[in-house]
């Protein structure tokens, strides 16, 4: 029984190790993701990817994020914001972050908190077109 379990996790690990995609844990189903490139999302918005509170609070943050960030710094595949670090700001950029990434699945996002309380950065990233994507929706 022991040699047979062994086999598998051996097998398991040879498989995630090949495999071109990494797996998330949601609910009760672990989904699949491609990680390779090969199936990329488009480079499209989905605001019907939340409820109406949801897409309330995304529009809501993103005024607010929009308001509170310092002039976008270029970079060669998108833009970084810096944003002074308040009480709430950092949770808020959060939230933020996880419906925006769900409205554009396209748009890679770092956050980078630097010690003390100097401010924070957003860079919203991506692949080619992307950045053009990214100027059209902010208005940069």
């Not at 690990?13 to 390779?36: F, H």
């Not at 002039?71 to 709430?88: I, K």
Request: with cysteine.
């Amino acid at each position: 029984m022991i040699q047979r379990h062994a086999v598998i996790a051996v097998a398991a690990l040879a498989v995630a190790l090949t495999a071109p995609a990494y797996s998330r844990q949601g609910g009760d189903a672990m989904t699949l993701i491609d990680i390779t490139g090969q199936n990329e999302p488009p480079l499209a918005c989905n605001p019907g990817s939340f409820t109406a509170e949801e897409r309330a609070r995304w529009q809501e943050l993103g005024k607010r994020f929009l308001r509170s960030a310092k002039a976008p710094r270029e970079l060669p595949n998108g833009y970084a914001f810096e944003v002074d670090c308040t009480p709430h700001a950092l949770r808020d950029l959060a939230q933020f972050v996880e419906l925006e990434s769900r409205c554009c699945p396209f748009v890679d996002f770092v956050v980078r908190v630097p010690a003390g309380d100097r401010p924070f950065t957003l860079e919203m990233t991506g692949r080619k077109g992307v950045k053009e994507l990214i100027a059209d929706e902010l208005g940069l």
